[in-house]
């Protein structure tokens, strides 16, 4: 089965093409068969892909009525795509909603400050909205990104997603060049990035989040 993770957040530049270029490049590296699909009119994680120096597969599609048609094309695929990761835009959208709805798993990236986390917090009851209206279970998480781990904002951000009861990954992305990096390199994280990027992973598998993995997505 091919599992769908979409990463959405209506607040703009919180590290969305980031965290999912990073996912997609250590799957690659791992072994999976990954599809991308770009459904950002900025192109981002086209520009990214089309490089071509990750083995992968991408599409950009911004119709919002055609996400559902080109996921389900996608996962008739053979070989079988074990993953197919959807980049949205910055901002609440139909094309969200069809990304959420067609996803198992949800990842909400976080950069820490005040902006962010509200929007991470509305992204993740936005989730719920829209997985009650369907009454399906998708997993949510928000996974903390550009940290800078012992300040007093982080600190304050992390524990006001707690006050909200919003999950989130423990393991974050760090403030990293090597993440900027990988947009004009086409490549996934390295050095101390590539360390960062690893525990995000992990703690990914350890949940039981991918598919890819042995994981059923968290539920049993
Ligand atoms: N861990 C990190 N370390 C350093 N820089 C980071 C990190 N995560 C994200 N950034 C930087 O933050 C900026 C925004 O990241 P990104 O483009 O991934 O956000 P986005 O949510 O996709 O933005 P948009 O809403 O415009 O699509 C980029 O310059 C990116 O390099
Ligand atoms: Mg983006």
Same mark, same amino acid.
């Given at each position: 089965m091919t599992q769908v993770i979409s990463v959405v957040q209506?607040? !703009? !530049?919180?590290g969305k093409t980031t965290l999912l270029i990073t996912l997609a490049s250590l799957m690659v590296a791992d072994g999976a068969r990954v599809a991308v699909i770009d459904t =950002? $009119?900025?192109h981002n994680l086209e520009d990214w892909a089309k490089k071509?120096?990750?083995d992968l597969d991408w599409i950009f599609e911004d119709n919002d009525e055609k996400l559902i048609p080109t996921i389900r094309a996608l996962k008739k695929a053979s070989p079988a795509y074990d993953v197919i990761l959807v980049d949205t835009a910055g901002f609440k959208s139909a094309m969200a909603v069809y990304a959420i709805n067609a996803a198992g798993l949800v990842l909400i990236p976080s950069k820490a400050n005040e902006s962010d986390a509200k929007g991470a917090i509305k992204t993740y009851r936005h989730v719920h909205g829209v997985a009650d209206s369907m009454d399906k279970d998708i997993g949510a998480y928000v996974v903390m990104m550009d940290? =800078? $781990?012992?300040t007093n904002i982080t600190e304050a951000i992390l524990a006001s997603l707690e006050e909200q009861e919003v999950p989130r990954l423990n393991a974050m992305c760090a403030h990293r060049t090597g993440f900027k990096e990988m947009m004009s390199t086409g490549r996934g994280p390295e050095g101390s990035a590539k360390r960062s990027a690893q525990s995000v992973l992990a703690e990914l598998q350890i949940k039981g989040l991918l598919d890819y993995y042995g994981g059923h997505n968290g539920k049993a």
């Amino acid at each position: 089965m091919t599992q769908v993770i979409s990463v959405v957040q209506e607040k !703009g !530049g919180a590290g969305k093409t980031t965290l999912l270029i990073t996912l997609a490049s250590l799957m690659v590296a791992d072994g999976a068969r990954v599809a991308v699909i770009d459904t =950002d $009119p900025q192109h981002n994680l086209e520009d990214w892909a089309k490089k071509e120096e990750i083995d992968l597969d991408w599409i950009f599609e911004d119709n919002d009525e055609k996400l559902i048609p080109t996921i389900r094309a996608l996962k008739k695929a053979s070989p079988a795509y074990d993953v197919i990761l959807v980049d949205t835009a910055g901002f609440k959208s139909a094309m969200a909603v069809y990304a959420i709805n067609a996803a198992g798993l949800v990842l909400i990236p976080s950069k820490a400050n005040e902006s962010d986390a509200k929007g991470a917090i509305k992204t993740y009851r936005h989730v719920h909205g829209v997985a009650d209206s369907m009454d399906k279970d998708i997993g949510a998480y928000v996974v903390m990104m550009d940290v =800078d $781990p012992n300040t007093n904002i982080t600190e304050a951000i992390l524990a006001s997603l707690e006050e909200q009861e919003v999950p989130r990954l423990n393991a974050m992305c760090a403030h990293r060049t090597g993440f900027k990096e990988m947009m004009s390199t086409g490549r996934g994280p390295e050095g101390s990035a590539k360390r960062s990027a690893q525990s995000v992973l992990a703690e990914l598998q350890i949940k039981g989040l991918l598919d890819y993995y042995g994981g059923h997505n968290g539920k049993a």
